[in-house]
């Protein structure tokens, strides 16, 4: 029986960090995927309508996999599946009007926020307390993040609230992506099955308030543009089917951790591939952040 158990565990740590490098690799992918789309091929004016594509793409690919037998698709109540349907949408949503109404610099240091507010959800709702040593470990991740965004704060009432709904709606998401896999008793692609589908047609109607529809219809749909697009799918459906593996195995303070590294990632592509210009601040923000995930790491072993 302790040898059985030791197998267990060691297959879950082996599916965890699989998942975490999956989630790396396809989120950095799906980012540079897409930046090529809004830079090179007029996309973007239609970032809900790709959000849109990438859940309906999630959907027919893990209903694929559950018509090859890959897992047992388990009847769920809809009601049941909606909370974490509308915390994604609700995040899509208030962010896009956040990056309207906001300066970058404010916009991506509320993101940050998503880290304090996910402890004092678990803390207030969930009975869930997190280890002092472990919220010391998130202080250099946080202040780290924040020096690598600082550059101009610009403030407004509207804006900071639509900021501010949008790290409870993601913080809520990240949540519910674990909770919600232990309370319905399924796995991520039961769990994906439901959730890609219905986050798709609840955020279908707000392409025509967030996109601007004469894009859309004059886009240009070649070879060359559709390929990006599948690629772009294909990379988000195991950026969705990650999240759900790794949160659903760890917590959702990792979750959001593990967040911080894939930004690094990000800024290290922007930097080889984009000409983004490094300085000072910007290398001193990525030390502390590494410097918080390695400690943060450690506190979890």
Known sequence: MIIESNVHKERTVHWTIFGMLLNIISSTGTITMNKILFQQFNFKNLGTFLTVLHFFFSFICTLLLAHFKFFKVKILKITSVLPICFAFCGYVVFNNISLAHNSVSFYQIMKIMCTPTIILIQYFVYQSFTKFRVILSLIPICVGSIISAFTDIEINWYGSLMALLAVISNSMYTIYGNTKQKE????????????????????????????????????????????????????????????FLVVGRTSPLTMNVLGYVKTIVVFVIAFTMFTTVVDFQNLIGIVLTLIGVGWYSYEKM
């Open 184 to 243: 319905l008793g399924v796995n991520s692609l039961q769990l994906l099955l439901y959730q890609s589908i219905l986050s798709g047609l609840i955020l279908s109607p707000m392409i025509l308030i967030f996109d601007n529809v004469e894009d859309l219809i004059n886009f240009n749909w070649n070879i060359m543009s559709i390929t990006y697009i599948l690629i772009s799918c294909l990379l988000a459906y195991f950026v969705n089917l990650s999240f």
